[in-house]
């Protein structure tokens, strides 16, 4: 009859328990520190300029000025200026600006809006912010027609 080695029962449940030499690294999951929230609340300013889409008629700064104007407002936030009074006061957005997106994946709840929803790039934008952060979704004439959207994630 054969002897096992005393280290033998050691290597038997870590083959057992799939951490042998052969086998595969574990998926990722989606809990580490760069996973997407399931849900956010955001506020957003949209700056249109005259030949975006949709762009009301009284607007009529130019492309040019819509990108400096953005960027300008995009600092404001991020040193404390009330987003809720910038969107207000400069924001094109027939919608109001403040959404509660839901991830991939999950059900939207009451006034909670997919995340299919809205256009890629502010999504892309909007789901990586951390609370209290703020963001730029640039112009992109085919994937951000409107003009560009300063995001801050509220929740």
């Known amino acids: ?3 096992l080695k005393p280290w033998m029962p050691l ?5 057992a328990a799939g951490c042998g030499p ?24 949209l ?7 949709d762009a009301p008629p009284e607007v009529t700064r130019s492309r040019e000025e819509a990108g400096k104007f953005a960027r300008e407002l995009l600092e404001r936030v991020r040193q404390g200026e ?18 509660t997106l839901v991830n991939s994946g999950r059900d939207p709840g009451p006034g909670e809006i997919r995340r299919s929803t809205f256009i890629k790039p502010f999504v892309d934008v909007a789901f990586k ?14 994937e951000a027609p ?9 929740e």
């Open 129 to 142: 912010l951390k609370v209290g952060e703020a963001g730029i979704a640039e112009y992109d004439e085919k």
């Open 82 to 99: 009330d987003i809720d009074l910038l969107s207000h006061n400069h924001s094109t957005d027939p919608g109001g600006g403040k959404y």
């Open 22 to 45: 052969s086998a595969a690294p574990p998926p990722p999951t989606a809990a580490g520190p760069d996973a997407e929230p399931p849900r956010i609340t955001v506020q957003h300013v």
């Open 1 to 3: 009859m054969m002897q």
């Open 11 to 15: 290597v038997l449940l870590a083959a």
């Open 47 to 53: 700056i249109a300029f005259r030949g975006a889409k």
């Open 146 to 154: 409107y003009g560009w959207h300063v995001i801050k994630r509220l």
